[in-house]
């Protein structure tokens, strides 16, 4: 298979990336089942010069297993995309590096990047990868959609050209307190969090709507990534005397771990948190009351209640997610919350309504999106906000209706 | 080839680096290539530590991590300017590796290897706990550019402000392991205790190595910190200091290019190879091995060799260094001599007593043997004059003063000099080298200027040269100045070793059974040596199973039997003692007879 | 103090002393210290692991199999990394660097194979990690068993230094030409001291997975805990290493309840640097003379 690809703009081209793409295609440890399909090429009839997109997503490394999957909604859209005819004319093709879910990785891959002319990039996930992130496609005028819920990550003034097509911790800090004071009337309150970006500014947003309430955390624990298990934080969350517990968890061990421990001390509190907590392995891990009261935040558009239901589009999107990822490893929530769908959505729109690819007037046309349906809920920016989705999108859902059939790998109960 | 064209290609080498960005430069090399040259840094100071000085370190990558910090901490939180903040990271880097350091003196190297890969663990579990200090896992973003005279510095003069350091600390680095300091290191490596008789302190020179590789991780953290623009703790995990230690042998350690060559294939490697990138680690674990089991001098001395095959395949003759003349034929000064005062001493090792309470005086200036059958005490006895045993009772003066307690390094400084029963030669080096090894405490220059190559160490280096030439003239051995000692036939290696003992101007010479394993002419050129040695007015104290020899040179002698002195006086006096002649020379009648 | 803390170090030090004691047997007829002996361990658990999770195996033949296994891994490094280095030279420390290169070896190959997600581990019927309380100490009959087998293994250890083929094994240690003068086989001992030693580890894994998970960060955690207990303890002593277990698996427990968790290494460490300093053949080794 030749790659006819021509950087765009005339930039000089270090040559070596077309053969290491194709290499990397090849030679890719089966992370999920991703068909060469999905490389997005235009069939052969259609010549014109593809659209580079940089495609930051971890395959190998500590956290790959945990978010090497959640870019599947951005294949599916360059999918639809390109069946459309691209974005004017020309079809969408993913320059992808690995970064290792590394914070150290992303200056080198944004320059390498840079040099082969691309100016828009999806990825990388997590907030701490993303901050190091933008610190270089900021000066770079790079525009940019992360996987990260990180609240500075959604600041339009330290950050212009990247845009934050997920909720973010404020957002959730506000639901998961909220759920447990006001909901549950609980008042004892701890919080389990990762020592990251994402994590910190989380328990930062808990913090503060619990003082809203009136309340102090009782207890805060934070686990370094590496941390081999988790017992001695479980432990001291558990001597605290607990009524509720937040858990700001975004990786598969650790969420796995942290129940791990909480069944072996017996101890089943109340839990709100990070969709991270959707692990559907948990069903094997532990008993049923373990996670009989763990809810997590999600969007509206993909719950089901008494009385409402995911649309037919959510549903539509459910049936592909399915097809390009049939082993299930059981994330299905977080794969479904993945921001790249939307983003390349309203990218095209925007592009098309400007009629140029040209970086600065794709950014203000972005920075002005009022209203657009998206598949998740509702996007607005505006030039100092680039969070896209309003409280009102998100709510918090129960973890143990992974296993109703009407789930459909993707949906879960509204938390009552 | 000639110093000349050396020094015109490296001139032209650089010029090359220098330049290169104008033909090949995109912004993804020269970040590539500034990182190269930071890493190059680091290696070139581990190269010192573990190459040179037989250190095994896997901690330079906490070095670096507080380098980075320092400056990444100082521009972004508290607004420092780069360069100042430089000079902090340097600072902070060379305390925490003196504080690494200290465990290397009490314990030996293997132990010391692990301390340090936990201490590197430990750093990198501290700057992701201490968040509000470090960042957390999300480390310092957005370290500005250094400012130079208002200008920001772009990555094109990043890249050369990293070429130049790199060019500035090959240089002094060159210069530093010419001196006196390189052939310290390389004795503590090769062999402590000839370094020890030589008056090193093994203590100060680990740590100078330490520290000199320490204030190097951490310039190179500096600098790190500027090209990445973000820190974070991911970028020093364990791994990252087995990378550095990987780099060093993989070009060859203890070669001066080693690291550079290390660090050239160590970064290309992965660029040609992006397809195994998964594979990475295993291809350089893989390496390692190798690479220590079938060419331990690594790249370099791979291609050294290889360069040796071609030149004799080429038919071209063998570079020979300049000949080494001694400088004038003055006669070498006369000498001072200590006398020595053994009273009592006792030895114990377990259960066995190796000396009970031996007891003998050396007046200054004259030759004294010490002789007696095999586990006599004779060695345990000068081990102890020279500070190698502790004593357990008795006294020793030296020119009158307690040498008791004394580390051996500060005896030796004190004037007194030996040989050892085999002889403790660096391998590695030149004789010429070894022989310099001894001049080691007669020098005065300080580390900082030998690194600079100032005007006083190279007069201090010019007037040791000229010693040693004359030594090793003295003894004989002006033809075979550059080769390796190790390569050097049993008996010229003692000559080399006395010529050694020699430099260092000893007032008390102490000779470990000098004459065994010696030819006939040998042992006829070694009486002369002595002969004159003695004449020149040191106190020389020798132990020997040559009695003839003996008889010939000495003034005195003292017979040990046991652990205690059998008979003391002059030769003829002694050799002619019932006692004597019953209990060591048994029933074999006469002098001359050799016990070896 | 709290007692689940007085449990949880005993635990955690009776593993620490278990890899000490690998680390020991290996040491005594080489004078190597092994590099890759936390890999070892770490392999024992995702081999032990792969057999008893994931193929569904009892846990008996599981561990059997790891040991086995492993112990032939140990016997390969041998073989490679360690008698090459110590027939070129028998006291130099290039082993330190092959030991090092076989361990980067493992963990990537393991980290391949496996991937990185931790492997839970059910403990062998009727054994479980579920607590149950006893004179207010949350304990399970799982912890409970750890601390017995290795006490169990310690003195089984030493017992056998006591026989003739250990006696042999501690003569090549203090001077390997003397004992091939005396007719014992040097490189046969220490072959088989490899061996032993990583069945030692991979027991050693198979028995800490259910409660410390297998994956590949098991490795680097071990080997500096163990090298800590071996170190403290006196290297070459296994009964001081069972005490030295035992203390930093305190020194860890109290760290962690009064500092944070993230302090644990930090505390192991210093504990360690001080008690080196202080003595640096470890609180029950013998100094050796210096030969000159």
Known sequence: MTNSRKPPFGLQRDGSIDRRDFLRTAGRLGVGAFGLSSLGLASAANAADPFNIGWIRPTTGRLASSFSYLYIGGLIAIEEINAAGGIMGRPIARIEEDDEASPAKEPAIVKKLQGSGVNFIAGPTGSSQSLSSVATTTPGKIIQATYANGAELGDGVKYPYHYQCTFNTNQQGEIAVRYLVENQKLKKIGILQENTAFGEQATAASRATLKKLGLEPVKVEVYPLTAPDLNSYVGNLRKAGLDGLICWIASVPAAAMAFNAMNSQKWYPPITGHNGLFLDALFELVPPEAIAHVYGTMYRSLMWSDTTSPGERQKAFAKKVEGFYPEGKGSGVPVANSPYYDFLHVLKMVIEGEKSFEPEKVKKALDSVKGYKGLLGTINFTPENHTAIGIEDIALASVSSGKDPRAMGIFREMAK | MSSRTRSALLVALAVVLYLAPFAVGTEYRLFIATQMAAYVLVAVGLNLLNGYGGQVSLGHGALVAIGAYAVAIATVDHHWSFWPAALLAMLAASAVGAVMALPAFRLSTWYFALITLGFAEVVGGLLTEWRELTHGFAGVVGVPKPVLFGHELSSLDLYWLALTLNIAALWGMANLLASRFGRALVGVRDNPVAATASGVSLVRIKMLAFVVSAAMAGLSGALYAVQKTVVTPDDFTADFSIFFLLVVVLGGAGRLWGPVVGAVVFFLVPELLAALQSWRMLIYGTALLFLMLYAPHGLVGAMDVGWQHLRKWLGLPAVTPPPVVATSRQTVEPVAGEALSVQGVEKRFGGVTALAGVSLEVAAGTTHAIVGPNGSGKTTLLNMISGFYPIDAGSILVDGRSVVGLAPHRIARRGVGRTFQTPRMLPALSVLDNILLGAYPAERQSALSATLRLPVARREQAASLADASRYLDFVGLADRAHEAAGELPHGQQRLAEIARALVGRPRLLLLDEPAAGLSLDELDRLGELIAAIGRLGTTVVIVEHHLELVANICSSVTVLERGAVLASGTPAEVFSHPQVVAAYMGTQAGVGQAAS | ?292
């Open chain 3, 1 to 292: 103090m709290d007692p689940d803390l007085l449990v949880g170090a005993l635990t955690a030090g009776s593993l620490y002393a278990l890899v000490a004691m690998g680390f020991n047997i290996l040491y005594r007829p080489t004078n190597v210290f092994n590099f890759a002996q936390g890999d070892l361990v770490m392999l024992g658990a995702m081999v032990g692991a792969t057999f008893i999770t994931l193929l569904g195996l009892p846990w008996f033949v599981g561990a059997v199999l790891a040991m086995l296994a492993v112990a032939a891994l140990a016997l390969l490094e041998e073989k490679v990394a360690v008698a090459p280095v110590l027939n070129r030279s028998a006291t130099g420390h290039g082993w330190v660097i092959t030991t090092l290169a076989v361990s980067m070896i493992f963990a990537n190959v393991v980290g391949l194979c496996w991937g990185p997600d931790p492997i839970a581990v059910k403990p062998p019927w009727p054994l479980s990690t579920d607590t149950f309380e006893v004179l207010g100490a949350n304990v399970s009959t799982y912890q409970i068993a750890i601390v017995a087998v290795t006490i169990v293994l310690v003195l089984g250890v030493e017992a056998f230094y006591a026989t003739r083929p250990g006696k042999a094994v501690l003569a090549v240690a203090e001077d390997r030409d003397a004992a091939l003068l005396r007719g014992i086989n040097p490189n046969r001992l220490s072959s088989w001291s490899f061996f032993l030693g990583g069945g030692i580890a991979a027991l050693t894994g198979v028995l800490a997975a259910p409660v410390l998970y297998a994956s590949t960060g098991l490795g680097p955690a071990l080997l500096l805990k163990g090298f800590a207990s071996a170190a403290v303890g006196g290297i070459g002593n296994n009964r001081g290493a069972l005490i030295a277990g035992y203390i930093i698996g305190l020194a860890e427990a109290i760290a962690a309840s009064v500092l944070s968790p993230g302090y644990q290494l930090a505390a192991t460490f210093a504990v360690m640097l001080v008690i080196l300093l202080i003595r640096p053949h470890g609180l029950f080794g013998r100094p050796e003379a210096r030969t000159v």
